[in-house]
């Protein structure tokens, strides 16, 4: 509940929505090494860690580069979400991680009402994908 009431994401908006964004989340755990999103599937789901470390990949040049390392409170997943494209990206728990998961269509649903949550998603998935470019193309 405290993550979605206090999250930076989800200040624009009003009460009874972030209390429609908290129902829609499920907490899941993940293991030490286990993986939260693999590069390729589909983009169906967001998560917001609640507590661990995670590292962020992309498979290029025929192995894989270490994009971000990511702790509580930062999301993960945002680029499927939003293109509904097969997931850029590999995350993988480096501790265990405790996150919560919204379903892509649903979550769209209730932030579509919201253009600055909307605008703000988009533009950490902008500097997400640049930051990429810049990593591969070095």
């Known amino acids: 509940d405290e993550i979605v009431a206090n999250h930076h994401l989800f200040r624009s908006l009003d009460d009874a929505s972030r209390a429609e964004v908290r129902a829609l989340g499920t907490v899941v755990d993940f293991a030490a090494d286990e993986i939260l999103i693999l590069e ?15 590292e962020v990949t992309t498979a290029a040049k025929g192995h894989a580069l270490i994009l971000s390392i990511l702790k509580t409170g930062a999301f993960v997943g945002e ?6 494209k097969p997931r850029t990206a590999t995350v993988r728990a480096l501790t265990p991680v405790s996150a919560v998961r919204f379903e892509r269509a649903k979550l769209m649903a209730v932030l579509g009402r919201f253009p600055k949550a909307t605008e703000l998603l988009s533009a950490v998935a ?7 470019i810049s990593k591969i193309s070095r």
């Not at 902008?126 to 990429?132: F, S, V, W």
């Open 126 to 132: 902008l500097a997400r994908a640049q930051d990429t």
């Open 40 to 54: 390729g599937d589909a983009g169906d789901s967001f998560f917001i860690i609640t507590a661990g470390k995670v």
């Open 79 to 84: 680029v499927g979400s939003l293109s509904g």
